[in-house]
């Protein structure tokens, strides 16, 4: 393939981004803003915590097809009370007061988690194909000479800053508060009772040794001695195979429990953003991205130039043209401006039923305030 034919379809794909993003900052143009006025129809209790500050965010109710639709404005207190108010529309009143509602975190799972089954599986099935030929072209690409010479280094030193500055944020350090709240921690604990037994078999060949080296250890020595020999008993508790065993078994039940993918997901957010805020990040991809080097292993085949296509006005659910998603706009807008911002989702019984399986991220339980002033 040709240089100026790997130009087109690279121009192709770029069209398609530019034209999203032409699509995007017309909605956020458009986004409906609440009344002022507005008496809370109904008012909350959180139970335990939310990746977002205080403060107002949207209502959005889910037509039949899914499609959300804004109608009204909660509000969010320092101490934890929610208050709903709905628009006067009667549909708004009366999704926003019977139905229940769902506190989230503005996260691009959203979206994604109200797209109809049909739709997602297409392009879960899609995207599974681009990446598998950007798997090819990827392990092509850092095995290249001139991506280890001109890219690797300037990737590396972003890579390590994004992982750093992810890990000591706010987000996460509260992220981390949350899960400590809701984890289950039988898990860690089946985890240590495994390894206890053979820790305490391996130190009990150099008892003395062991106890004083860990006092020592504990307490902020700087001896060498000390240090390998907590070192060596550590290697060997983990090079046992029990302990491999043991690991292997119940581990992967520890990474893949909800509160640890919900730090995970905080901590890929926040890496996302240090990267995309680092100075040298887009020109970096765009001297990338236009190097004939890298045009010529062909990372732009149909199937990518579809999914860059479709994966936007998928999340979008845009209908008709010039049409906008109040849900999508709200949650773009406020990753552009890196707000931690929430909204209420309410759901019908059938709905909640619909979208169990369908990755909604989680979020703080609510438990409804009584009150003789409550409109019904």
Known sequence: ??????????????????????????????????????????SYVTLGSLDA?????????????????????????VEGKLDLLAYADPTCRSGVT?????????????????????ERDDLRHLAATVMEQWEKVGHRLIHSAFFEQSY?????????????????????????????????HRQIDQIIEGILPIFFEKAKKNFW????????TMFGSEDKTHQETMTKLGVEVFSDPRTREHITRTVPTFLTSREV????????????????DNPRTLPLMGRLLTDQRFLALQPFSTEVERFIRVLPLRLMRLRRQFDHNPLATYILRNMI??????????????????????DLPPGPALRRIESSTTKH
């Open 337 to 358: 401006r890196g707000r931690r911002s929430f909204l209420i989702l309410m759901l019908s019984p059938p709905q909640e039923l619909q979208l169990a399986n369908s």
């Open 1 to 42: 393939m040709n240089d100026d034919w790997q130009n087109h379809r690279f121009l192709m794909a770029l069209t398609s981004l530019v034209l999203m993003v032409g699509v995007v900052v017309a909605a956020l143009r458009i986004v409906p803003r609440p009344p002022s006025s507005l008496v809370p129809d109904v």
């Open 53 to 77: 500050n205080a403060g107002e965010g949207p209502i959005f109710i889910l037509g039949d097809d899914l499609f959300p639709h804004q109608c009204g404005k909660a509000r969010l207190m």
């Open 261 to 276: 993918m919900t730090v995970g997901a905080v901590m890929a957010k926040e890496s996302l953003k240090s990267i995309v």
């Open 209 to 216: 040794q062991t106890v004083r080296g860990y006092t020592e």
């Open 152 to 184: 690797a280094p300037i990737i590396k030193e972003i890579l390590r800053d994004a992982f750093r500055q992810a890990w000591t944020s706010q987000a996460t350090d509260q992220a981390l508060t949350r899960a400590g709240e809701t984890f289950d």
């Open 98 to 118: 019977k139905s229940q509602p769902f506190l989230l975190a503005a996260d691009i799972r959203v979206p994604w988690a109200v797209v109809p089954s049909t």
